[in-house]
């Protein structure tokens, strides 16, 4: 029986890419609106796609109509770009996530799934090149939402489509890499596991004071045993 609803960030606590993320869609933007605006600058931790396009093209001095009006474009763009341009080895897989993602997916008593800033589509092929997209049968992403703290609603929302279960407040459980994934933890008072994985320190994440909080997700049995408890105390 299902008790327990764990939602993933990809960017910085799943995977890393380098720098190749930032150069596709700086060469998207280029091609559709004939600049990268701050792309080259702009922090992407925890940010929404598509508020990302929007800030990087305002930097520009484009105004709010005319990114509008290409985003889709924009949007497209970016997705085949990243498809064409990337390959397996431009992925590293974070310490512990093949095995912490093998337990959890094995568990009788938990269900995974993506809470990401991605779109769906790159979001997808992040995932497939080091064969760890299976593991996540739903997701909320950037095409759902304006708003990071918009999207725990709506993973809850696709977990009870897709098993008829309404997971309550307690029993979710955000695990990401920045002070964002922490927030939109707050807005649902889920439990908010952070990892100083990506581009933020352990005292910066501190900070923000998560529920908790580990360097990595190295060790497995520690993770699972504090993803099974209850209180968020």
């Given at each position: ?41 702009c922090n992407f931790a925890g940010k929404m796609d598509s508020n990302i396009i929007y ?49 959890l997916a094995n568990h009788s008593e938990l269900l995974i799934g993506l809470l990401t ?46 098993t008829g279960i309404k997971f309550a407040e307690q029993d979710i459980i955000i695990i ?58």
């Amino acid at each position: 029986m299902l008790k327990k609803l764990v939602l993933f960030d990809i960017d910085g606590t799943l995977l890393t890419m380098g720098s190749i993320n930032r150069t596709v869609l700086a060469d998207a933007l280029r091609e559709v609106y004939g600049t990268e605006g701050s792309a080259g600058t702009c922090n992407f931790a925890g940010k929404m796609d598509s508020n990302i396009i929007y800030e990087t093209m305002r930097s520009a001095g484009l105004p709010s109509d005319e990114i509008t009006e290409k985003f889709c474009m924009a949007k497209k763009s970016y997705i085949e770009m990243l498809r064409a341009k990337t390959q397996p080895s431009d992925v590293v897989l974070m310490e512990g996530i093949p095995a912490l993602l093998d337990k959890l997916a094995n568990h009788s008593e938990l269900l995974i799934g993506l809470l990401t800033g991605n779109f769906e589509e790159s979001g997808r092929h992040k995932l497939r090149l080091p064969h760890i997209n299976h593991y996540f049968p739903f997701g909320a992403f950037a095409d759902d939402g304006l708003h990071r703290n918009e999207l725990p609603p709506v993973a809850v929302e696709k977990a009870y489509q897709l098993t008829g279960i309404k997971f309550a407040e307690q029993d979710i459980i955000i695990i990401g890499d920045t002070e964002h994934d922490i927030a939109c933890a707050r807005v649902m008072n889920a439990k908010s596991i952070a990892v100083a994985t990506g581009t933020y320190s352990v005292e910066e994440l501190q900070a923000h004071h998560p529920h908790v909080l580990y360097e990595n997700l190295g060790q497995t049995d520690v993770v699972l045993h504090e993803i099974l408890q209850s209180s968020i105390n």
